[in-house]
Structures are given as structure tokens and as C-alpha cells.
């Protein structure tokens, strides 16, 4: 089955500890993004790649890293969590054309405590 | 600036049609979606709307396309229980790799 799976679904964490968000996808799409949702302001775009090796900033990225050292996996990585980057988060994959559209997870919900 | 914006709230009834608004700001996008976001779950994408289009019907899904007024519409025919989720509208920015911006969410909320 196409998919974009992401882990874990839910993660409880203390401030400045270091935590990693997988995700991974078996389309092999070249382009995938992170996002956040909060309430009220929708998904905004932490940072995106456009293949292996290319990543580059969206329009949140302070506090985040990624890496894309394969095609399938694009971790999300948190070196010091703060309580403000408590929210709901999804990767998300495309192929090359627009008119597909996303693929998106389902979604980790991240405390930050 | 980028903002798309969507009323956050939507109350029908079953059996009734259901019309969920969008405006966006950037005339340049290339492809409008609609995504659903039903509860625990990511989104999932109903249709899209290339930009030279006015209107694309899907089932019982149709979209509008006012692209004088940045203005996008989703119809939900005979609207179901099953329908209650939050939609989603986003534009794809062609001249930025495609990168999606989303409004806030129409929580729709479909009584029997």
C-alpha cells in the first residue's frame, strides 16, 4: 500500500531533550515536507526537500533540522524541544507534477513539557 | 501576504448541501486543493482545480473557481454524517517548488 508513515503517532518529551520524528515513504517521491498544525492557523511548512541531499527551509524552521540521505526517509529532528513546538506534525510526499497532490502521514501529536 | 483564508465553522444537516469558502492571494498559483482532515487522522486529498478552470465536478463533490476574486468554493451535495471533518483549501505556488499554503480549516459538523 502507498503510504507516508510517520513515528511515533504520539511522544511526551521534557524540554531540551533531543528527539527525532521519522518519516518514511515507499512511492518513491522525490519532493517531502514537514508541517505543523496549530489551531486557527492551519499547516505551515517547516522545511521541505526536493530530493536526496537537497533540503531547504520553509516558513517555521527555527528549532528544527532535517536530513535527506535517502530517498524514502526524511527525519524530522528536534535538538532542544521547547514547550512552543508542542503540536501536531505531518511529512508529506509528492512526485514530481503538482497535479497529484500530497501524500500525507497521519500525524504525531508532540508534548513538549 | 500569504494568508489563505477559510471561515472556521460549518453546521448542517443531513440531506443538505454543504458550501465551504476559500480565498487565496496569489494569482500565480497553478493548482487549488481540497484536503479532509476527518479526527486522529492526517489529510486525506478529495479534488483539485487547475488554474485555468472554472469548475470541476467530482460525484458529489463540485468546485468553483472565481479567479478575478481569488475566491474558491467546495459543494457537498446531500452532505452526510460521515462528511463531518475539517477541510482543508491550499495553493500550490508553482514559482516556489510547489509549495502548499493552507488556510485555517472549515470545521464542518453535519447533524441528523
Known amino acids: 500500500e502507498a503510504q507516508v508513515t510517520q513515528n511515533p503517532r504520539y511522544l511526551i518529551t521534557v524540554t531540551g531533550k533531543k528527539l527525532t520524528v521519522t518519516c518514511s515513504q515507499n512511492?518513491?517521491?522525490?519532493?517531502m515536507s514537514w508541517y505543523r498544525q496549530d489551531p486557527g492557523l492551519g499547516l505551515r511548512q517547516i522545511y521541505y526537500?526536493?530530493?536526496?541531499?537537497?533540503?531547504d527551509k520553509g516558513d517555521v524552521p527555527e528549532g528544527y533540522k532535517v536530513s535527506r540521505k535517502e530517498k524514502r526517509n526524511f527525519p524530522l529532528i528536534l535538538e532542544s524541544p521547547s514547550p512552543n513546538q508542542t503540536s501536531l506534525y505531518f511529512c508529506?510526499?509528492?512526485?514530481?507534477?503538482?497535479?497529484?497532490?500530497?501524500?500525507f502521514g497521519s500525524g504525531t501529536r508532540l508534548t513538549v513539557v | 501576504g500569504e494568508d489563505v483564508e477559510q471561515s472556521l465553522f460549518l453546521s448542517v444537516r443531513e440531506g443538505d448541501s454543504s458550501v465551504i469558502n476559500c480565498t487565496y492571494t496569489?494569482?500565480?498559483?497553478?493548482?487549488l486543493y481540497w484536503y479532509k482532515q476527518e479526527p486522529g487522522a492526517g489529510l486525506q486529498l478529495l479534488t483539485y482545480?487547475?488554474?485555468?478552470?472554472d469548475m470541476k465536478q467530482d460525484q458529489r463533490l463540485t468546485v468553483l473557481l472565481n479567479k478575478k476574486d481569488k475566491h474558491l468554493s467546495l459543494r457537498i451535495a446531500d452532505t452526510q454524517t460521515g462528511d463531518s471533518a475539517i477541510y482543508f483549501c491550499?495553493?500550490?505556488?508553482?514559482?516556489?517548488?510547489?509549495?502548499?499554503?493552507f488556510g485555517q480549516g472549515t470545521e464542518l459538523s453535519v447533524k441528523p
Open positions: 482545480i487547475f488554474s485555468n478552470m
Open positions: 508529506a510526499s509528492r512526485d514530481g507534477g503538482e497535479e497529484d497532490g500530497y501524500t
Open positions: 491550499a495553493e500550490s505556488r508553482h514559482n516556489q517548488g510547489g509549495k502548499l499554503i
Open positions: 526537500s526536493m530530493n536526496v541531499e537537497v533540503t
Open positions: 496569489d494569482s500565480s498559483s497553478t493548482y
Open positions: 512511492m518513491n517521491h522525490e519532493y
